[in-house]
């Protein structure tokens, strides 16, 4: 089984920064992308940023500039570098990985447990 454990959620002021990180282990045969996803209140879960295998990254135009996504393959560690934070940035975000673990395996996406941001004055 894969099992992601996140850490580094918190509150904080606007303008504020943390830096979230996901850990994967278990038995896995390969990652084709880690990532991350947050869910504010009354909202849908959504992609916020990713890193393939091949280290191309994206953001979700609300976060360009102020996050930032990296890894650390060897440990299969992500993290995210939060930065200028803004009230509208709370929610729970979610590591998420996709990857296999049997050589045919065409992916399957895993997820942490999630971890709370909160932005607030």
């Known amino acids: 089984q894969v099992q992601l454990v996140e850490s580094g959620g918190g509150l904080v002021q606007p303008g504020g920064s943390l830096r979230l990180s996901c850990t994967a282990s278990g038995s896995i045969f390969i990652i084709y992308s880690m990532g991350w996803y947050r869910q504010a209140p009354g909202k849908r879960r959504e992609l916020v940023t990713f890193i393939t295998n091949g280290g191309s990254t994206d953001y979700v135009d609300s976060v360009k500039g102020r996050f930032t996504i990296s890894r650390d393959s060897a440990k299969n560690t992500v993290y995210l570098q939060m930065n200028y934070l803004k009230p509208e940035d709370t929610a729970v975000y979610y590591c998420?990985?996709?990857?296999?673990?049997?050589?045919?395996?065409?992916?399957?996406?895993?997820w942490g447990q999630g971890t709370q941001v909160t932005v607030s004055s």
């Open positions: 998420n990985l996709k990857g296999s673990v049997v050589p045919a395996d065409i992916g399957s996406d895993y």
